[in-house]
């Protein structure tokens, strides 16, 4: 069974930074892309950061020199370094797996296979 769980979200004011992990089992994700989707209340689940399975990355815009995603262990595949955090980055965040994606498609949350269950990202004064 393919289990992702992620991890380290919490509560932090304006300016400061949380390492978020992904924990995997079921799965070698070295051989997959893995990334990070946020979901506000009210709104879509959008891309944050991709890594491919060659160290490869993207990101969306809105946090480009602020996060940054690196691959792990065959334990913890993926993980989210937030630094700056600003109040719009308050969402549910969301690791994920995909076997089989090309390079335009790392954006589109419906190209991947496996999701965790979210860890919760508030920023705030």
């Known amino acids: 069974q393919v289990q992702l769980s992620e991890s380290g979200g919490g509560a932090v004011r304006p300016g400061g930074s949380l390492r978020l992990s992904c924990a995997g089992s079921?799965?070698?994700?070295?051989?997959?892309?893995m990334a990070w989707f946020r979901q506000a209340p009210g709104k879509d689940r959008d891309f944050v950061a991709a890594?491919?399975?060659?160290?490869?990355?993207y990101y969306t815009d809105s946090v480009k020199g602020r996060f940054t995603i690196s691959r792990g262990n065959a334990k913890n595949p993926v993980y989210l370094q937030m630094n700056g955090l600003k109040l719009e980055d308050t969402a549910v965040y969301y690791c994920?797996?995909?076997?089989?994606?090309?390079?335009?498609?790392?954006?589109?949350?419906?190209?991947?296979?496996?999701w965790g269950q979210g860890t919760q990202v508030t920023v705030s004064s």
């Open positions: 994920a797996a995909a076997e089989m994606i090309v390079e335009y498609k790392f954006a589109r949350p419906e190209e991947y296979d496996h």
């Open positions: 079921g799965r070698n994700f070295n051989n997959y892309a």
């Open positions: 890594i491919s399975w060659n160290g490869d990355t």
